[in-house]
């Protein structure tokens, strides 16, 4: 049987559709107060189990009968202040299920990041053998994101058989206006600046499929990049701008200015609360040039990735 933690999230609920479709059972994590996905409500091939990632009292008997698992759960956020939850989550929760898998003997698919990669060197795209220069001042995220990827590399130097990917920005339209959705709703919203940066961006179905296929592949101890493209942020926002039928965004914002916005949120912040809507973190990731090679998980399994122009339409045309 099949387990997937983070069965409620993004890309998990995703990857459980795609396994049932092709009439597998899943047993599905889910904490106490996550709400199952409307999508995957009705659906019988489903099994779902609540424990925590960070228990491993209750963790445990999710395994029981289990003979792959697709790690997808874990905490996103570029706000320094989550930093004990990240580390907590990311890499505590991930060693508990790297010493599950071993002594179930469980094949593993761990979901990592682009964020645990190298910087790549001038003129140069980043592939799967550059590895992080460790800094430890570095965003909370890309440390917890690295972290715990160290911790299946230990579990495989121990012999446990295991798949690492790192996914680039992941989009999809039942993202909504979440996670990477947010960039959508603020150039809808009129969003007069673009920054000097670029990533790379994948659609979440690509993500799941490319998880499958590997899953199923004989390979063991690697790590694969999966991304469709790379784009500058200008040209995105301008894409997404054209696809609501809006102005596009026509001012640079320069690094001195990002700095002033998220001096001036944090601060209101305190006031106000809320979440500031940029932080140190993400200014800095927004006027980064990060290109990523995808031509490994290409090579392995013949996947044909969605362009990244599709994927901002279809995107554009459901959030109309």
């Not at 299946?152 to 979440?178: C, H, Q, T, Y």
């Not at 200008?234 to 916005?261: D, N, R, Y």
Request: aromatic letters at 10%; glycine letters at 8%.
């Amino acid at each position: 049987m099949i387990l997937v933690t983070g069965g409620t999230g993004f890309l998990g609920a995703e990857l459980i559709k795609q396994l049932t479709h092709q009439g597998l059972a899943v047993r599905a994590l889910r904490r106490e107060k996550s709400k199952i996905p409307d999508s995957l409500k009705e659906n019988l091939r489903i099994e779902w189990f609540t424990a925590d990632i960070n228990e491993p009292s209750t963790l445990e008997e999710a395994f029981s009968g289990i003979t792959q698992v697709y790690h997808c759960a874990a905490f996103v956020s570029l706000n320094s202040k989550h930093k004990k939850q990240l580390f907590h989550v990311n890499i505590d929760g991930t060693s508990n299920v790297v010493n599950l898998c071993m002594e179930n003997k469980c094949r593993l698919l761990h979901v990592s990041s682009v964020a645990a990669l190298g910087i790549a060197k001038k003129g140069k795209q980043i592939a799967e053998q550059d590895f992080w220069a460790y800094d430890s001042k570095t965003h909370a995220y890309g440390l917890s994101k690295y972290e715990s990827e160290m911790e299946v590399w230990r579990g495989i130097n121990e012999g446990l058989d295991a798949v690492i990917v790192n996914p680039s920005v992941i989009m999809g339209k039942n993202a909504g206006f979440e996670g990477s959705g947010a960039i959508f709703k603020l150039v809808k919203e009129g969003f007069p600046f673009y920054t000097n940066g670029a990533s790379g961006f994948v659609d979440v179905e690509d993500v799941a499929q490319s998880m499958i296929l590997l899953m199923a592949a004989e390979v063991s101890g690697e790590r694969f990049i999966i991304s469709s493209g790379n784009m500058h942020y200008q040209e995105l926002f301008t894409q997404i701008a054209q696809g609501f039928g809006v102005k596009p965004p026509a001012k640079e914002a320069k690094p001195w200015m990002l700095g002033l916005a998220w001096r001036a949120l944090r601060l209101a912040s305190v006031f106000t609360r809320q979440e500031p809507s940029i932080t140190k973190d993400t200014a800095s990731s927004s006027i980064t040039l990060s290109y990523y090679d995808n031509h490994k998980v290409v090579q392995q399994t013949g996947i044909h990735f969605k362009p990244v122009n599709q994927i901002i339409t279809e995107i554009t045309q459901y959030l109309k």
